[in-house]
Nanobody, 121 residues
Framework: QVQLVESGGGLVQPGGSLRLSCVAS??????GAWTWHRQPPGRRLEMV?????????NYGDSVKGRFTISRDNAKNTVYLQMDNLKPEDTGVYYC???????????????WGQGTQVTVSS
């Protein structure tokens, strides 16, 4: 079964930057759309950014102009560049992909395990 593995979270001061990565564990897998979500402490899961298979992007209102989603299809990887971070960006960040494990198999939704981002001085 294909897994999505996230990395890049951590503690950063307000105004700082972080870059999250999420990679599919199998080189034979194909990923359609990718989405980053986050869950702030005590709040519900919210969509942060998404990117389609052809590179069209969409962002949540609270991150527009500060976050950038991108993908490297050859590496089966999606990135989230987060700039000008604010304390309200704190939360667990999850990647989600529409993944086909290998040719001939159907696409299905797969979630990463989450990575903690903390923005604090």
């Amino acid at each position: 079964q294909v897994q999505l593995v996230e990395s890049g979270g951590g503690l950063v001061q307000p105004g700082g930057s972080l870059r999250l990565s999420c990679v599919a564990s199998s080189s034979s897998a194909s990923v359609g759309a990718w989405t980053w979500h986050r869950q702030p402490p005590g709040r519900r899961l919210e969509m942060v950014a998404s990117i389609t298979s052809v590179g069209s992007t969409n962002y949540g209102d609270s991150v527009k102009g500060r976050f950038t989603i991108s993908r490297d299809n050859a590496k089966n990887t999606v990135y989230l560049q987060m700039d000008n971070l604010k304390p309200e960006d704190t939360g667990v960040y999850y990647c989600n992909g529409n993944v086909r494990p290998r040719i001939g198999k159907p696409y299905g939704e797969v979630w990463g395990q989450g990575t903690q981002v903390t923005v604090s001085s």
